[in-house]
């Protein structure tokens, strides 16, 4: 009680003038941050990635209020000398207090550094799939495909696996069907390039190919896979089916019931996206 | 700058139609806009030389799906048909691997498809850009990570103007690669900078790009790539069609091997 006295006892010396001057000096700070940011916003959103332009905003917000703060302290006759220190000690006690946001706070430099995403990359954490909205100092923020908002702390991201789904500019479609043990794969493979090649949406090269996977109670197990370019990626794999099918049956090629249950048993299996 | 190749001044209500390789588009001016619209056809029933036909007082038929609207508050009346270079590099691929040894430097032509671009009124920023025949996309790079997207063309390397195909709407670029290096130099594939390079009319009849000289420094993973100043064919009469779509700040400038020759 003694230190909070201390501490607030300037206040009861103030003036109206005082008053006025801090109250100045709080509104001088205000206008300066934001006459600041939108100033720099251009250039700041032209020379770094979204994400750092964020950061870089917030830090520079809270300095300048920060700093105008302590002015508009000092004319009410407080001690910055004595502020920083209140703060200084608290900033400790809430550092003991807060490991968890230290770490995430740790962790959040560290994914900065790092550059695995940005804004407006579409990655998977954990069980979360989505576009990433904000990267912050403790974690970062995901829509999901049903518009879920979903918050992941960065030590999350430090400690477990991160899938960037745009990190680069093409993707590979793989489709994994049984066919009958009898179907010529060279014929296959045939007619699916043949298939694919007057569409824009799949790339010449890398080439497509048709995998044989293996053998099995269920027949030939294969996998086609085409290539084209991340953005799209949804609407060529669906457009690549629905070519598929029907050349499929019109070339009759038998395709076997889809085995679940033999590929759950796979630790390899994964799960499609999204 | 830009030339008008092609323009049209349209009363409202009228309507054109320009036949590409494998679609029918519309173009019909509104009284408050533009109307754009296209037709598929099954299979490609125009001829690459009969291509780009444009008629004029058509109807817009049921079946055309409305692509895009210019509403604009002016009444524009002109229609320009531009064409210009592709918006992404050229993969040319040799029917069969190419050889130079060292201190060689072959000359070697190639037709570029070109795209169009559709223009209202004085506007510089066209309403659409297409290619009269449709390009497959590829992906040109040392692996699937470094890379850029490209399209592909059918037409090979040739080591004489004769022996190109006569092909229409497509400009053609002379090539000349000069080998530095002590090894051979084996070309599977060639990365054309298609935005860098503009497009001339000449006699009125061909479309010509500037030359490329590609070098490949001695033992070093690096070429120089030099663009240049005018068309290296005889010509009595030579028109700027349309302006390289990106500049580079040199006439020379080295880029990776591995970015260029494939």
């Known amino acids: 009680m003694d230190i909070l006295q201390q501490v607030l006892q300037p206040l009861q010396g103030a003036d109206g003038g005082a008053w006025l001057r801090a109250l100045g000096y ?20 032209t020379h770094t990635s979204p994400h750092k332009a964020i950061l870089f905003r917030r830090a520079m917000s809270y300095s300048i209020v920060f ?3 302590l002015i508009a302290l000092s004319e009410l006759g407080f001690h910055s000398g004595v502020l920083l220190a209140v703060a200084g000690v608290l900033s400790v006690a809430i550092g003991f207090a807060s490991q968890a946001s230290t770490s995430n706070f740790i962790s959040g430099l560290f994914l900065l550094g790092e550059k695995s995403f940005k804004v407006g990359d579409v990655i998977a954490v954990n069980a979360t799939r989505g576009e990433v909205v904000s990267i912050d100092w403790l974690a970062i923020k995901i829509r999901t495909f049903d518009n879920l908002y979903v918050r992941v702390p960065n030590d999350d991201l430090i400690k477990g696996h991160v899938i960037n789904f745009a ?17 010529d794969c060279v014929q296959l493979e045939d007619i699916l390039t043949r298939l694919i090649q007057p569409h824009t949406d799949f790339l010449r090269d890398p080439e497509p190919d048709l995998f044989r996977l293996g053998i099995g109670v269920l027949g030939l197990q294969v996998q086609w896979s085409v290539w084209t370019q991340t953005e799209g990626f949804f609407d060529a794999r669906s457009k690549l089916i629905d070519l598929m099918l029907p050349a499929m049956q ?19 299996y994964r799960m499609p996206y999204p | 700058m830009l030339q008008a190749v092609e323009a049209f001044q349209l009363p409202p209500g009228e309507a054109v139609s320009i036949e590409t390789h494998e679609e029918t588009l519309f173009i019909q001016r509104q009284p408050q806009q533009w109307v754009l619209a296209r037709v598929n056809r099954e299979a490609p029933a125009c001829s690459l030389q009969r291509a780009l036909c444009i008629e004029r007082n058509v109807t817009m ?4 799906n409305t692509w895009q609207r210019w509403s604009n508050a002016e009444q524009e009346s002109t229609l320009r048909i531009v064409p210009c270079m592709a918006d992404k590099n050229l993969v040319a691929r040799p029917t069969q691997p190419i050889l130079i040894p060292h201190g060689r430097k072959p000359y070697f032509y190639v037709s570029l498809p070109l795209m169009y671009q559709l223009y209202i009124g004085n506007n510089k920023r066209p309403l659409i850009e297409f290619f009269v025949e449709k390009l497959p996309l590829t992906w040109f790079g040392s692996n699937t990570r470094r890379g850029e997207l490209c399209y592909e063309i059918e037409s090979g390397l040739v080591q004489s103007i004769d022996e190109l195909p006569a092909a229409p709407h497509r400009a053609i670029l002379e090539v000349r690669v000069h080998n530095r290096d002590p090894e051979h130099l084996s070309i599977d594939k060639l990365n054309l900078p298609a935005q860098f390079l503009p497009v001339y009319r000449v ?3 061909h479309y010509w790009t500037c030359p490329l000289t590609i ?3 001695k033992l070093t993973d690096e070429l120089s790539l030099h663009y240049g100043k005018s068309v290296p064919c005889r010509h009595e009469q030579l028109q700027l069609i349309s302006e390289p779509r990106m500049r580079s700040e040199a006439r020379t400038i080295l880029r990776a091997l591995e970015a260029i020759i494939g």
């Open chain 2, 61 to 64: 038929p049921d079946q055309a």
């Open chain 1, 67 to 69: 700093i105008f703060v």
């Open chain 1, 167 to 183: 990190k680069f500019q093409i993707r590979r479609i793989d489709l994994n069907f049984w066919v009958d043990l009898g179907t």
């Open chain 1, 250 to 268: 019109n070339a009759g090629v038998v395709i076997t019931q889809t085995p679940s249950v033999v590929q759950g048993q796979d630790s390899s």
């Open chain 1, 26 to 45: 709080l509104l001088l700070g205000i206008v300066l941050r934001n006459i600041l940011i939108h100033g720099m916003r251009k250039y700041v959103d």
């Open chain 2, 203 to 205: 006699d009125g009849q």
């Open chain 2, 215 to 217: 070098t490949n420094e």
